[in-house]
């Protein structure tokens, strides 16, 4: 059973996402809180998925995430944001948020963009994303360069590995597509994050999208 707390300030939502996803075999939202509740909540419930406002008036999700980034056991944690974009996002990924998804998302997808965050995947609203992607510099700046030369640095099973990541699948399912062991992705994706030079698989998989792996794996399909 996966646990769940929904952290927001309105009621309305978070009774939706409770009904939402314990319709779900095997997802239990085990509390709902604002956000002055949350990092309580998260304590006494020990969730495995934590969904986030990031935008609340008591306490802003940002400030929630780094105090949940510290606990001992620290939950996997995903944006809530009613807006395609916001400022706010990519600070919260680069902090340990393991992505982040529309308010308005349909509700027959949100069990298993749970289900994903709890599996170990990344979860990045792709409305959402695009328009993040799309808010940055149309011409490249010197730190964009570097980066592309590091997506070039990458073999080519490590780049397949690296869209997968950024497709949101966790590394059993990625092993399953690949046919590949868990633990020969596993050692795929610790050389990925080193040759990016990044923290996290949120990370890697935002470099994915700027460097247009997911567009060139999409046209191939069509092919």
Do not use: W
């Not at 935008?55 to 510290?70: H, K």
């Not at 289900?115 to 409305?127: E, F, H, N, P």
């Not at 610790?190 to 030079?197: E, G, H, M, N, P």
């Amino acid at each position: 059973m996966i646990r769940v707390v929904v952290v927001d300030d309105e009621a309305l939502l978070r009774s939706g996402f409770e009904l939402i996803l314990n319709a779900a075999d095997d997802i239990q939202v085990v509390a709902t809180a604002v956000g002055a509740q949350a990092v309580e909540a998260v304590r006494r419930e020990h969730p495995d998925v934590v969904l986030l406002d990031i935008r609340m008036p008591d306490v802003d999700g940002l400030t929630v995430l780094a105090e949940l980034r510290t606990l001992p056991t620290a939950p996997v944690v995903a944006m809530l944001t009613t807006f395609d974009t916001d400022e706010y996002v990519m600070t919260a990924l680069h902090s340990g948020a393991a992505g982040f998804l529309l308010k308005d998302t349909e509700p027959e997808h949100l069990a298993q963009l749970v289900r994903t965050l709890a599996a170990g995947g990344v979860v990045l609203s792709s409305r959402a994303s695009h328009a993040v992607l799309r808010d940055r510099p149309s011409d490249p700046a010197p730190a964009d360069t570097e980066e592309a030369a590091r997506v070039n640095r990458l073999s080519d099973r490590e780049r397949e590995v690296l869209t997968l990541i950024a497709e949101g699948l966790s590394n059993a399912d990625i092993g399953t597509r690949v046919h590949l062991s868990a633990g020969t992705v596993k050692d795929h994706v610790s050389a990925i994050l080193t040759k990016l030079r990044v923290g996290s698989r949120v990370q890697a998989a935002l470099i994915a999208q700027r460097a247009g792996l997911l567009d060139a794996r999409e046209k191939a399909g069509d092919a």
